[in-house]
């Protein structure tokens, strides 16, 4: 009986033979949908901190270094690798990458930084985006800013009736320029 | 008239005055609020009626006015019935009656209340610290509001721990804080005499990282499924689902039938890996590393699929309040079938060659016995509970998610000693197996494209109780949650299946010999971190020592020349 065990325990130890992976000298792949690190698309990012308030771990940081400049920093040292962000990210500018070979003796090789330039909205005083491709959004980047209080006369409206021939007018309308005093 | 109905009627009519209200929020759930005085007599009459202690939970509502409140949670299995008993103490004098002389399972929760929020207990046998460590300062207690979550009071220097001292005529033999047949740290103080353990002391809470009192200072309810799957490297979806079933308890909202299949799959997933996992454990402890080594081989196809599925190996980060995040489409449950039908084929194979192997049995046989009224009188719960011929599962008993719409068998075993574990684990192997592949039957069946999680509609209302059991796979665990203002819970408390299986351990340790002691403590699974709800700590792990009479002698002499 004693014997008859083993011999069964032999052929089953046979039978699966050496199953231990060559890995790290064969490179092993993640699956599909693998939760990586999370890597951030700043062409994408509207700066919204939708990311930052919701990061389990509080390692997504946001801040005003002036009125124009805002910088995220990802820390990932201490994420988990939970998809939290990406998830919730209204612009889907973080993807969870494959990246799992994360070991490091600089943590700046795992840390992430977005300088995103912010407007000022003149309704509100917050920070919005620049960068972002919506027409309206064009229209002040070509360097209109409302200086005085008569020349808000433009209430930005709905981008979404704006057709391709009037952004082509407003390439060369003439914007209004300071009113004397 | 049921069960719960008949036992208000009782606590109004014994109670009289003392009773306050009694409120049903969901089946199989009630919520009852006592004076203080009332208390012990309360928990005496529902342990007369075959009542199965759960735990305590304490927490700070001097906010409020309510000085401190203080619940003790009981099951009774038979009726699926939860029964929460408040009480409140005012904030100048948070005194209570200790349940411990009634109820031996209820040391615990009181001791670590006393240590973190400063309540006594009346009439408390040990009324010793068990959470904070000797040198934390008097009168700081954590849980407190006024204290902030990251507090760190300066490390007193060489304090060593208060331990008693050895009964007569016994030694004492050291293990931990950190050792070889330990994977976690946790120090046992064995008394032998000889061979012999005659008792033995313990002290943990070594790694307490303070969880809950994060949920209740910085994190938002959606963040804590995260937070609270790392409670636990083993059975993170346990805490998750079983924190979220607590919150839309509280919250009175139902999933989609989707998500609970899928909740149930990722469940059961862990409790393959897991039971794959004692095993092989059970069986290096033991000096049998082909067990160790096979069944380690088998659980890792089941880590893969996992990783397939939720995109990790282990903290599968499935669950948010109202449901789950990943959907388990046709092909992912062709992949999850394919997979449980090899590791049923092997694991077959497995357990044909080892169960009846000698070394198994002489190792395992009549090591670590209880029986079956010590395993109740103990409230042992999980499969630990299962091999003293305890019959209960949370999973059949207050079924959760859809488990009442899969079939599925409760394996038992009646030696009550290590060997019933094993029996008992490795059956419920196949019954996982079972649930999973029903559940993905079911999934196929219901629409597709369906959203996997319902919206909150606006906040959820403060002050309101949630009760939720999960059977893990070392046992029920329970989650209470107090729902709280600012998006998050008031209080959260997490009883892991370990924290009643520990208290155990010193009665299973009684007249065994002292090489079982790495086995008979691995027998219960012992997840230390769930315990102090602490830092994951990696799994490395030693063989059963045996040490020859002279070498524990000059062990214990040398211990006691140093004092
Ligand atoms: S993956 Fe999770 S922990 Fe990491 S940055 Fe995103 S939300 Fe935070
Ligand atoms: S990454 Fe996404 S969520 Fe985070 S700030 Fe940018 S747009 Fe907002």
């Known amino acids: 009986m004693w014997l008859w065990n083993k011999i069964k325990q032999l052929a089953i130890s046979f039978r699966a033979g050496v199953v231990t992976l060559r890995y790290p000298f064969e490179p092993r792949p993640a699956p599909e949908g693998f939760r990586g690190q999370p890597v951030w698309d700043h062409t994408k990012c509207i700066g919204c901190a939708g990311c930052a308030s919701h990061c389990p771990a509080r390692t997504i940081f946001l801040r005003d270094i002036c009125q124009e400049v805002r910088i995220l920093l990802y ?16 612009e889907k500018a973080i993807t ?25 909205c003149q309704r509100c005083g917050r920070c919005y985006d620049l960068e972002i491709k919506n027409y309206i959004d064009r229209l002040s980047s070509l360097g209109y800013r409302y200086d005085s209080l008569e020349a808000r006369k433009v209430i930005r409206r709905s981008t979404a009736d704006f057709s391709p021939e009037e952004l082509e007018k407003t390439v060369t309308y003439e914007r209004p320029g300071r009113l004397e005093k | 008239m049921s069960r719960g109905e008949e036992l208000v009627r009782w606590l109004e009519k014994e109670l009289g005055g003392n009773f306050i209200s009694a409120e049903a929020t969901i089946p199989g759930r009630l919520f009852i609020d006592l004076k203080r005085e009332a208390l012990s007599a309360a928990a005496a009459g529902l342990m007369n009626r075959g009542a199965r202690y759960q735990v305590g939970v304490g927490y700070d509502a001097r906010k409020s006015g309510q000085g401190f409140g203080l619940v003790h949670t009981f099951a009774f299995d038979k009726d699926s019935l939860l029964v929460a008993l408040r009480t409140f103490a005012p904030g100048d004098d948070p005194e209570f009656d200790s349940l411990t002389p009634l109820i031996p399972g209820a040391g615990w929760s009181e001791r670590e209340y006393q240590d973190l929020l400063g309540l006594k207990f009346r009439d408390h046998p040990n009324p010793r610290r068990l959470v904070l460590s000797d040198d934390w300062p008097e009168g700081i207690y954590p849980l407190r509001r006024e204290v902030p979550h990251d507090l760190m009071p300066p490390a007193a220097e060489e304090v ?21 047949s330990l994977h976690e740290p946790a120090h046992f103080s064995v008394y032998v005499d000889g061979e012999d353990i005659k008792g033995c002391e313990y ?13 209740q200072t910085e994190l938002t309810y959606n963040d804590v499924p995260f937070v609270a799957e790392r409670i636990c490297g083993i059975c993170g979806s346990v805490h998750s689902v079983n924190y979220a079933q607590a919150v839309e308890a509280a919250a ?39 067990v160790f080594m096979q069944a380690w081989r088998i659980r890792e196809k089941i880590m893969w699929l996992a990783e397939r599925l939720t995109g990790n190996r282990k903290t599968y980060g499935m669950v948010i309040i109202g449901g789950v995040r990943r959907d388990i489409n046709q092909d992912r449950s062709e992949d999850i079938r394919a997979v449980l039908k090899e590791v049923e084929r092997e694991m077959l194979a497995l357990e044909k060659a080892i169960l009846k192997d000698r070394t198994i049995h002489r190792r395992t046989r009549g090591v670590g016995y209880l029986s079956r009224e010590e395993a109740v009188k103990w409230n042992l719960i999980g499969p630990v509970a299962r091999a003293r011929g305890v019959d209960i599962d949370a999973r059949r008993d207050h079924p959760y998610a859809a488990y009442d719409e899969v079939q599925f068998e409760v394996p038992l075993a009646d030696s009550g000693d290590v060997w019933g574990t094993l029996v008992v684990r490795v059956k419920e192997v196949y019954e996982a197996i079972k649930i999973i592949n029903q559940c993905l039957d079911k999934l196929e069946k219901l629409p597709k494209n369906q959203p996997l999680a319902v919206d909150l509609e606006g906040p959820i209302p403060s002050g309101r109780q949630g009760l939720s059991l999960v059977e893990a796979p070392r046992g029920e665990a329970v989650h209470y949650v107090l729902t709280g203002e600012d998006n998050r819970p008031e209080r959260w408390r997490v009883r892991a299946p370990t924290y009643p299986n520990l208290q155990a351990v010193p009665s299973m340790l009684l007249n065994n010999k002292l090489a079982d002691f790495p086995i008979i403590v691995g027998s219960i699974d012992p997840c230390i971190s769930c315990t102090d709800r602490v830092l994951v700590v990696e799994r490395s792990s030693g063989k059963a020592k045996l040490l020859s009479r002279q070498e524990l002698e000059n062990l214990s002499r040398g211990k006691r020349s140093k004092k």
């Open chain 2, 252 to 290: 009175g909202l139902r999933i989609p039938r989707r998500a609970e299949f899928i909740r149930m799959v990722a469940l059961e997933l862990e409790r393959l890996h897991s039971h794959l996992l004692w095993l092989g454990v059970a069986g290096h402890l033991i000096g049998f590393d082909t």
């Open chain 1, 96 to 120: 969870m990458s494959d990246k799992f070979e994360l070991a490091t003796d600089n943590r700046q090789d795992i840390t992430q930084s977005l300088e995103l330039f912010m407007m000022t």
């Open chain 1, 75 to 90: 820390d990932s040292s201490r994420c988990t690798y939970c998809g939290r962000c990406a998830d919730l990210c209204p």
């Open chain 2, 203 to 215: 002290r943990g809470f070594m790694t307490h990282r303070g969880i809950e009192k994060l949920a």
């Open chain 2, 160 to 180: 060593a721990f208060r331990l008693d001292e050895a009964p007569p005529g016994t030694s004492i033999v050291p293990f931990g804080p950190f050792h070889a």
